[in-house]
């Protein structure tokens, strides 16, 4: 059974950085294409990054510049730098790993809850300001 935990999240003012961790189980981690999303209260969830099996990176235009994701294969985990943060970034933030067939990483943002197939429980980032 796939399970991926997210871990990193809190409270910071603007400006301030964090740094997200997804660790699975039960999946080789590799060969699949990974992904962040968020979802702020009233809103609905949005893609902000999707990392390929061989390290290529997409954003979401909101993001680009200020956030880097990455992975460490051998440790089975992917992160998320997240710097310069901002009010507006706040949300609760998921991990979600297997991209579904035929799913285009066109616009990152517009990725719906079935562009992936196994989900995180979610890690929450508050940003003051």
């Known amino acids: 059974q796939v399970q991926l935990v997210e871990s990193g999240g809190g409270s910071v003012q603007a400006g301030g950085s964090l740094r997200l961790s997804c660790a699975a189980f039960?999946?080789?981690?590799?060969?699949?294409?990974l992904a962040w999303f968020r979802k702020a209260p009233g809103q609905a969830r949005e893609g902000v990054a999707v990392?390929?099996?061989?390290?290529?990176?997409y954003y979401a235009d909101s993001v680009k510049g200020r956030f880097t994701n990455s992975r460490d294969n051998a440790a089975n985990t992917m992160y998320l730098q997240m710097n310069n943060l901002k009010p507006e970034d706040t949300a609760m933030y998921f991990c979600?790993?297997?991209?579904?067939?035929?799913?285009?990483?066109?616009?990152?943002?517009?990725?719906?809850?079935?562009?992936?197939?196994?989900w995180g429980q979610g890690t929450q980032v508050t940003v003051s300001s």
């Open positions: 990392i390929s099996p061989g390290g290529v990176k």
């Open positions: 979600a790993a297997v991209l579904s067939p035929g799913t285009a990483l066109r616009n990152i943002q517009a990725l719906g809850a079935l562009s992936f197939r196994h």
């Open positions: 039960g999946l080789t981690y590799s060969i699949h294409y």
